[in-house]
C-alpha cells in the first residue's frame, strides 16, 4: 500500500518593502504583463474577488483601511489578502497616505507563507493596470497621445508617469494641476528630470486648463465627491484614467465612452460611475471592460472622451505579490520565520 507524501511543515517569509522594490524597479514591462494576465484570468471566471471591505471611523472620516480578499488560479494559484490604510493627513506629516501588508495564502492547505510590504506592490499594480488600458485604448483609437495631463500628483501619480514612459508612452508636453502648489511645483521638478530635454512641464493653476491641455489625463487625488463637472472641458475627447474615481461629475461619466476593471465591483461605493447609476437608474454608460477592451470585443470611440475607471481589484496584488514572492525565492534572499507555524502534531 502506498501512502500519500507526508506534508511538507509549512514555512512562513517574511518580504520587506526593500525587497519588493527590488524584484519591481525597472521590470514595469514584467508587472503589465503580470498585470494583464491576471485581468484575462479574472475574464475567464477564474478567479473569486469579493467585495472589498472597508474600516472606517466616525471620528476620522478621512481615513480608511481597506480589505481585499482575493484567490487566482491558473499561473498564479494562490489566495491571499491586501490589508490597506489610507489615512491622508500623513502626506503633511511626511509620510507617504497608504500603507499595507499583504498574506499570501497556499491554495492547496490554505496556510498562510508570505506577508508582504505592500504599498509598493499597490502602487505598481495601479500603475500597470493604467499604463495597461492607455496603451489599448489609445492604440485601439489609432493614436498613442503626446500630451499629458497629472490631476493630483501624489505617489499613484508618480508611478502611473513611470509605467507609461516604460510601456511605450513619449510625451513633449506634461500639465499638472494639485491644489497644493507645493505638490505641483515638486512633481513638475520630478517630471523636468525624468523626462527628458524634450518634455515641456507647465503646472496648472486652474484645473480647466489642465484638462484642457492634455490628450491623457490621469486622475489621482484624495477627492471623496466630483469637482469636476463641465462636460465642456473634455470636448476634445481626452483619455482619461480616472484612477481615484471620484473626481467627475455623473454629467461628465454619462457624455463619456466608459470603461471598467470589473462593472459589479466599480459601480459602489459612490464612485462616479455609481453615482451616474443613481442618477439615470440604469448602467447602459458603461460601454464593458478592460478585458472586453483586452480581447477585442468592444473598441473605444476617437470622437467621445474615453474614461477608464478602475475599482482596483485585489486579484492583481495577488498576482503581482506571487511575482515578487518567487523572484524573491528564486535569488535565494527569502527571510523565513523558523517556528511560524508551531501546533502541527494533531495530539502534541
Ligand atoms: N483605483 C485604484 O486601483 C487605486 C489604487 C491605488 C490608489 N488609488 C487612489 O489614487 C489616489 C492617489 O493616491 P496617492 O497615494 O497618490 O495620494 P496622495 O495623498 O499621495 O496624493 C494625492 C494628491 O492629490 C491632491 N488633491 C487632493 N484633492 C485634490 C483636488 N480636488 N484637486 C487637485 N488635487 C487634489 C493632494 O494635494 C495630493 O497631492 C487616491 O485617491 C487613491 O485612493 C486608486
Partial sequence: MTHAAAPQAPTFAVVPGAQVHEALHGREQDVVATVEAAYRLHGEGLTVNPDSYFLRFPDRPADRIIALPASVKGGVGVHGIKWISSFPGNVAAGLPRASAVLVLNDAETGYPFACLESSIISAARTAASAALAAARLADARGERPRRVGFFGVGLIARYIHTYLAANGFEFTEAGVHDLSADHAHGFADYLRRSGGEHLAVTVHEKPEDLVRSADLLVF??????????????????????????????????????????????????????????QLVGHREFVAGTLYDVLTGAITPPADRPVVFSPFGLGVLDLAVAKHVYDHVLATGLLHTVPGFFHELKRYG
Fill in 220 to 277: 489621482a487625488t484624495v477627492a471623496g465627491e466630483p469637482h469636476v463637472t463641465d462636460p465642456a472641458w473634455f470636448a476634445h475627447h481626452p483619455l482619461v484614467l480616472h484612477v481615484s474615481l471620484r473626481d467627475l461629475s455623473p454629467r461628465i461619466v454619462l457624455d463619456s465612452w466608459n470603461v471598467v476593471d470589473d462593472i459589479e465591483h466599480c459601480l459602489k461605493a459612490g464612485t462616479s460611475p455609481h453615482l451616474a447609476e
